[in-house]
């Protein structure tokens, strides 16, 4: 938990995943759009890949070359170079902060490691289960998710909290399936946001960088 705190210092505040460019385009404007926008992604579309590289890494965290095939795998399903960038900025912080709880997992790690990745293969070398730091991450980015709606404008913190309640039943369920999840398991329906943040790279006023 304190990995995946608001406190731990990887800088998520400062992305969006394609939210702004949604509100900017009128995809979401209000405290539905935004609990609709979070549960796609959760059950279909960035999160629910996420969930799965993070269980996937922390079940092979002692070796090298897996966690290599899987770090390049993930940054190929980036869906835009913001998203790219947004996923090796966090990894590489979340892996620099990490090094607080020693271990030789930093070692078998690639130079460029998404933050999934970063997350299971640390968590797994710690003896974290899988569907642990699978709901760990998951209630961060929809945190950060809801925290980014609130600062665009398109819902207030009571709103905010109503979300993140709706979706804890939605988030267990993918946290469970997500643990036994294989490489199949892989993939996403949601080309509108992938769209948002492919469109977002030339949004000129911005709160987010991605």
């Known amino acids: 938990m304190a990995w995946l705190s608001p406190a731990f210092p990887v800088g998520g505040f400062a992305y969006s995943s394609g939210l702004e460019r949604a509100v900017h385009d009128r995809f979401v404007t209000d405290a539905a759009g935004l609990e609709a926008w979070l549960s796609t992604s959760l059950r279909h579309g960035m999160l629910w890949n996420d969930a799965v590289f993070v269980s996937l890494a922390a079940r092979c965290c002692d070796t090298p070359d897996a966690l290599s ?10 869906g835009s170079a913001e998203r790219h960038m947004e996923t090796l900025s966090l990894g590489k912080a979340f892996l620099m902060a990490a090094t607080a709880w020693p271990s030789p997992v ?4 690639p130079v460029e490691c998404p933050y999934p990745v970063s997350v299971g293969a640390v968590a797994g070398a710690h003896g974290i289960s899988a569907e642990q730091a699978i709901a760990a991450f998951l209630h961060a980015g929809l945190s950060q998710g809801v925290s980014a709606g609130i600062r665009l404008g398109v819902a207030g913190q009571q709103d905010g909290l109503r979300i993140l309640s709706a979706l804890e039943a939605s988030a267990g369920k993918v946290a469970e399936h997500a643990a036994v999840a294989e490489l199949d398991d892989l993939g996403s329906a949601t080309v509108q946001a992938d769209i948002a943040s492919i469109r977002h790279e030339a949004q000129v006023s911005r709160l987010f960088r991605s």
């Open 69 to 78: 095939e899987l770090a390049e795998l993930a940054l190929a399903l980036a």
């Open 106 to 109: 930093f070692e078998r790690l």
